[in-house]
């Protein structure tokens, strides 16, 4: 047989106060990452006039640069806001982007904000291994057996 206890109002109204004091706990917090030059900063590039040096000078080091041939600097800045146990989510990202010429001149200054973006499928091409559902445990068990140490002390092996 279970029994049920009811609470006495003293606890309700202490269960209250505790669910409200949690709740009131879950603010929303900012938390800033990166850097990206305001339209401000981005006046004295000049395009045409501005060499890359200058731009590293006046910003700093890219987040990222050109892949190929190093023909453009990236500078991101993001926001993102945090509530209680939820996943922290962007509301806003800067990216500016500042493409040279082959003489490291400016040639292009572009900003993208997080409405710009769009989502990029990877296509990922792995080179089937041979290993199916096998664990790495599973694969030096397996390999146990197969083990010549004279091959690693650099012997001949021997067949018996």
Known sequence: MIRHFPLSPSLRMLGIVLGVAAAAGCTRMERFHGFAPSEGD???VQVGQTTKDAVLASFGPPVSDG??????VYYVSSRFEFFGPF???ETDRQVVAIR???????RDVGRYT????QVVA??????EGGIND?????QLLRSFGRFNAATILGEEPQDF
């Open 87 to 89: 996943a922290p989510e």
């Open 122 to 127: 990877l296509d990922r091409r792995v080179t």
């Open 100 to 106: 040279f010429d082959g003489n490291d001149v400016v």
């Open 114 to 117: 997080l409405q710009d973006g």
């Open 134 to 138: 096998v664990t790495l445990l599973g």
């Open 42 to 44: 981005l006046e004295s």
């Open 67 to 72: 892949t190929l041939d190093n023909n453009a």
